[in-house]
């Protein structure tokens, strides 16, 4: 390339050269922060989950229970059969689960919420073990955790008796108040063979005609390889299509309502934008080419071939458009980076925060979950996009340049 022509040619399009390349850094850099979002999605999305190290928790659909009196079942959750949690674990997208009976319990003058954790567990007591501010994880079916919030509400200490209807429990440690995120949040935390015997002893054992030595859950909390990679709903549902299934996909919609640049609208205006670039692009170059047309037949005269003058055309382009991307991929990083200082908000259903909503007391329980966008510059994902955008403009520049055998010398007389 002749660099000198080149910056005499930058020297006369001063104007004219820092629209385009303006125009192209801030379209790059606005594919690159709506793929980056798009990619993040699913991780934003699994934030609520991941509060208590679980990609998906499900639960079942029953029955409502004819009376509120005792232990019940909230939001008319069935048990979950044996038969079903052991094919739920082994779905080859389940790295790691964890059962446990998730119940309210009523008496005449008050309200628990409590969760029977299984044995062998290996998601919830490690979450309770590093969530206790006093005492000692239980040791035997009388034992019990509380939160903090239920035992500055009961005048709870460490040691002391707790009763439940007929049942009558130690308190042995003080957990965290919300370590669950909001997302069956328990006032109570026991072993699951006790949480059992409560349960068989109330009328969900004539709800759901449950044997005495029956052994079931109600809440089944997986971790998974390759979210979102395959239907985790579908497959859970083919076991029995009255399980529930809450997973990123639960939250999905919220996100993309919230990140605007994602939305459908954005979609379509990014393409119709990127249209616009090319298509300026190409008015530019031929224009270009039609205000040079006396420059090219001197080229010519000179005894530049049309090969040479391809090649310096060519090589302008690219220095051009690669400091238009460059420019752009700079943009992107910093776009990212204030974004990733953004915070979203997602609202649990329900069915997952799982408080009676009933009782004016419970129903003021915080069911939203904030979190800051887990965004960041994806080298990948630019060096994809600069890479295609550069040989999208440069093969249309190729094309264009086939214009050039129609400028012959003679016209430089003309």
């Known amino acids: 390339m002749m660099v000198s022509y080149f910056k005499a040619f930058v020297a006369a399009n001063k104007?004219?050269?820092l629209v385009f390349m303006a125009s192209v850094a801030i379209y790059t850099a606005l594919i690159l922060v709506t793929l980056t979002l798009g990619k993040s999605i699913p991780k934003i999305a699994a934030l609520?989950?991941?509060?208590?190290?679980?990609?998906?928790?499900?639960?079942?659909?029953?029955?409502?229970?004819?009376?509120?009196?005792g232990a019940v079942f909230p939001h008319s959750n069935a048990p979950i059969t044996e038969k079903e949690r052991r094919t739920i674990e082994a779905l080859p997208f389940v790295s790691a689960s964890d059962a446990g009976i998730y119940s309210w319990f009523f008496a005449e003058k008050n309200f628990q919420?409590?969760?029977?954790?299984?044995?062998?567990?290996?998601?919830?007591?490690?979450?309770?073990?590093n969530n206790l501010e006093q005492g000692t994880m239980y040791r035997t079916p009388d034992d019990v955790l509380v939160t903090k919030d239920f035992a500055t509400k009961r005048s709870l200490k460490v040691g002391e008796t707790l009763s439940m209807g007929n049942n009558r429990f130690t308190v042995s440690g003080i957990l965290r108040s919300n370590l669950s995120g909001n997302i069956i949040p328990a006032d109570i935390?026991?072993?699951?063979?006790r949480a059992v015997k409560i349960v068989l002893a109330s009328s969900m054992k004539t709800l759901y005609k449950m044997d005495p030595g029956t052994t079931f859950s109600n809440v089944l909390l997986l971790q998974s390889d390759a979210a979102g990679a395959v239907d985790k709903e579908k497959q859970i549902k083919a076991i029995n299509p009255k399980l529930i299934v809450f997973s990123e996909k639960n939250f999905t919609q919220q996100i993309?309502?919230?990140?605007?640049?994602?939305?459908?609208?954005?979609?379509?205006?990014?393409?119709?934008?990127?249209?616009?670039?090319?298509?300026?692009?190409?008015?530019?170059m031929i224009y270009n080419m039609k205000t040079r047309e006396k420059e090219i037949a001197v080229l010519r005269m000179l005894g530049w071939s049309i090969r040479d003058i391809k090649k310096q055309f060519i090589q302008e382009s690219g220095w051009l458009l690669g400091g238009a991307i460059l420019l752009g991929n700079l943009l992107a990083f910093i776009l990212l980076y204030v974004l990733s200082k953004t915070?979203?908000?997602?609202e649990l259903p329900w069915d997952i925060s799982a408080r009676p909503h009933f009782l004016p007391a419970e129903n003021a329980i915080e069911r939203v979950i904030s979190a800051p966008l887990p965004i960041a510059y994806d080298p990948m994902i630019a060096l994809g996009v600069s890479f295609g955008f550069f040989l999208l403009i440069m093969l249309i520049n190729y094309i264009l340049l086939g214009r050039l055998r129609k400028i012959?010398?003679?016209?430089l007389a003309k």
């Open 15 to 17: 104007m004219k050269l």
């Open 343 to 346: 915070t979203v908000h997602m």
């Open 256 to 284: 993309e309502k919230q990140l605007g640049l994602v939305s459908s609208f954005a979609r379509i205006a990014f393409i119709f934008i990127g249209l616009f670039v090319v298509i300026a692009f190409v008015v530019m």
């Open 113 to 129: 919420a409590f969760l029977g954790v299984d044995a062998g567990s290996k998601i919830i007591k490690p979450l309770l073990q």
């Open 408 to 411: 012959k010398p003679d016209q």
């Open 48 to 69: 609520p989950l991941q509060s208590i190290g679980v990609a998906t928790m499900v639960q079942k659909t029953g029955d409502i229970p004819p009376k509120m009196v």
């Open 189 to 193: 935390y026991m072993d699951k063979k």
